[in-house]
């Protein structure tokens, strides 16, 4: 039985709802087969979230951690391969928090990749007709800094789980209410590309 | 009972589906409360559409004629405004033809606008979440050239029928098949959306 | 000798130069061979340009007019193809007017194509490295206004005068203090570019 | 007297010319106030490359390593903040390889981050009115690939020098013969933001 950790995050900013608590809510409902699934809705706020994401981490040791997040104005799913020790927001977080070209953790490595297998979860994606991408930034908000924090909780802490982060397009609903013109796609699209992906990586625990 | 001729458009290129053939399959069986809806699927073919689609309105004689289309790269449902008197195709059609720099019906006017009620449709779309826009181009290849035709036997035939064209954006399994990173909208955030613009039209013959 | 009306518009919104009024200045001053060139710059208001426009072209009946005006976001020069019978203001003018789906002239037919030769004008920009497009809308904003009116004054007063609009790019200047990162394109760069572009004009008079 | 090791890269692809070794020509001929400019021009060539740089930078010990690239579809100088320890090639190199989710250097770190002060070179670029970001991402081909490789040898060499990418835009000429709609940005342009971003590190080891 795979043990997967499912973050999503607050809403933020003027929306009323996070697509990536939506996901985690519906992922978690209908489950998947093989894995049992461990949820967390964290705050975005980067004063609390590093020390949450090690806390679960340490809690519940599962074998994968997967992290999801919005990214508006994106029109695909979004396998991010790489975090980077950068925080530097252009609007403050739900805290007022705005940090400007600061390292997440002081003297920590540039970056950590994914330990997720991106490429095998965006070709199971597309493979079911959700349009998924491997993405070169995670930029330098919460997304980041949550998957920096992770990984390097995971290497510090000598942690077995692989993780890795997954961003997110708004949904319909957002998009139609945004004063811009952003791509979307609905939460059953996103739902079912994540569920191969999340396949994947059951049958990679299962034949391994 | 309101009657809308709702009409789309065969595949085309190396595509093996059409959004807005499958939207008109949808949208007629569904129904709309109020509405008969009459259906047809054009063929991509400059050569054929202007007669096909004027027998369409002359035979049916219809309240509204709704001409669905797709626009690959577009994020939205889009509320063409006008249809210009311009032929000019970047790729041949199904029947091997590229009209370059054309008029579609010698000495016509210019273009002709909608008589759809465009800003009540898109904002009943949007009421329900599906991201829509008005626009100001359908472009210059079949979409435009069906819509022009469609509104000039309107007009010299002195047809009482009200028509307009709505770009669609690509579904998920076409943008998961793309080369481009393009935006999509599924089918269910399309019908939607679609049910609640041509409920406007079935509300407005009714009060009218 | 060609006379050519060449027209641009002052700054708007929070900018301090307007790239079709330094353009007008640059062409003016350097001259086209074979060309008289007129030049007027026109206040970014509803109220007043149609009536100004209509006087230059009465008072000066030039041989062509080419309207020049900024569309921030866009990275090439476009030729207009097309003007159309609308005025739908997303912000207010100079003259703090908001027009909403208004016609430019009512009972005004709905379109005017360019009367000039926007294909030969176009490859002749590319053919000396400026990045050019045909373009299917010219807006319906201040732009389109303009060009409708002058299109609409051509016919109604029975003038020989050939008329079309020319949207440029954002200058750099612009485009370094803009919130959003949009293309630009050098003042130097559009200059080669029209230069060529109207000596098409004056190339199709000599040889008419 | 700073000295600064410049480089560029050779055309690839369908391009005859490559704006990055045109930049690099200029900016030698026109000299920077105060500094000292070596040059070279490197092959589009995973294989070559990270020798030639090592190379160079063992050679000059330059204070400055500032590489320069084009980045096609880019709208503004982009000053890129960190390179990754990943090749992964839609295309292949003009030496016709074409690497795949492969590291750049076994076992080295997954990231660096620019040694040049980004943010003051982006600021200096901007006040003369050339449009420039900072950028997280400098892709994964041959650009990130030299970063990546001129940061590793100074971090593991020993060496004083610190190192950074610059992605420019395609210039008009490049951008005109484009089959996509693609921003641009001319030399001169481009030419007065680099002078403004390389004056700031002579005034840095000035007042250091």
């Known amino acids: 039985m795979a043990r997967i950790l499912l973050t999503g995050f607050e809403p933020f900013g003027s929306a009323l709802v996070n697509p990536s608590q939506q996901l985690v809510q519906h992922l978690a409902h209908d489950g998947i087969a093989g894995a049992e699934i461990i949820t967390a809705i964290l705050p975005v706020a980067a004063r609390h979230v590093p020390q949450q994401i090690q806390q679960l981490l340490i809690e519940h040791q599962p074998d994968w951690c997967i992290m999801l997040g919005l990214a508006e104005g994106r029109a695909q799913i979004s396998f991010e391969r790489i975090a980077i020790n950068l925080a530097d927001f252009r609007i403050t977080d739900n805290a007022g928090d705005q940090l400007i070209d600061a390292p997440i953790v002081s003297n920590g490595p540039a970056a950590y ?29 919460l997304c980041n800094l949550i998957f920096y924090t992770a990984r390097h909780a995971c290497e510090t802490l000598g942690l077995a789980t692989r993780a890795g982060f997954i961003h997110v397009p708004a949904t319909p609903e957002l998009a139609a209410q945004s004063a811009r013109a952003i791509p979307s796609m609905s939460l059953n699209t996103m739902v079912v590309g994540l569920q191969a992906a999340l396949g994947v990586l059951v049958n990679e625990l299962a034949t391994a």
């Open 113 to 141: 990749f994914s330990t997720l297998p991106m490429r095998a979860m965006q070709e199971a994606c597309i493979a079911v007709g959700t349009p998924a991408e491997l993405s070169l930034s995670a930029g330098a908000y």
